[in-house]
């Protein structure tokens, strides 16, 4: 069976995930997991993926920035996958860990993804201890502190703070943390 992964770090990015869900069933995909969440967050259905696959399966995703957070992350799924007799397929790489050939590729190439973001994130420290030097470096809008007061109102009145979290665009973090004003 082939089952197919996509993911988008964002609500708001629509036409990324049905971009990747047509490559994934023209590819063959029997099963098509889907979700968009920051590939920090919980990520329940590529876990669902997981844990259901069996021998003989193949886990096929679009890119490999869908599937690893990480090249350690990356090597614990590839080794999940390997015990249970599953592969790994990257459509736009056309790797496939079930070849000796596709094993050596993920190993570069999960090298290469995991030195790119480090030198990335290198840059934009860089950029920001710049920016602050020269003062036009602000960092995020402090979104759950301006919201404080809704967020107190919304507790006072019962209502949950995964509810209040929801509705206000925040985390429940935050409203836990600001849920009594303050």
Avoid at 45 to 58: A, V
Avoid at 107 to 125: D, F, H, P, Y
Avoid at 167 to 179: F, H, K, P, Q, T
Wanted: proline share 2%.
């Amino acid at each position: 069976m082939k089952y197919g992964y996509a993911r988008t770090s964002t609500q708001k990015q629509d036409y990324g995930l049905e971009d990747q869900i047509e490559k994934l069933e023209r590819y063959g995909c029997g099963v098509i997991r889907r979700e968009q969440v920051s590939s920090v967050a919980e990520r329940p259905e590529f876990d669902t993926i997981l844990d259901f696959i069996q021998e003989g399966d193949s886990l096929v995703v679009t890119t490999l920035s869908r599937f690893a957070r990480s090249i350690k992350d990356l090597w614990n799924s590839v080794e999940l996958l390997e015990k249970k007799g599953a592969s790994l397929v990257v459509l736009d790489m056309d790797l496939d860990t079930g070849t000796p050939n596709g094993r050596l590729m993920i190993t570069l190439i999960g090298a290469i993804n995991q030195w790119e973001r480090e030198i990335l994130l290198e840059r934009q420290k860089v950029g920001i201890a710049r920016a602050k030097e020269e003062g036009k470096y602000r960092g995020r809008a402090d979104t759950a502190r301006r919201k404080t007061t809704k967020i107190a109102e919304l507790h006072a009145q019962g209502m949950k703070p995964s509810a209040i979290a929801k509705e206000l665009g925040v985390s429940v973090a935050s409203v836990y943390r600001y849920r009594e004003g303050g």
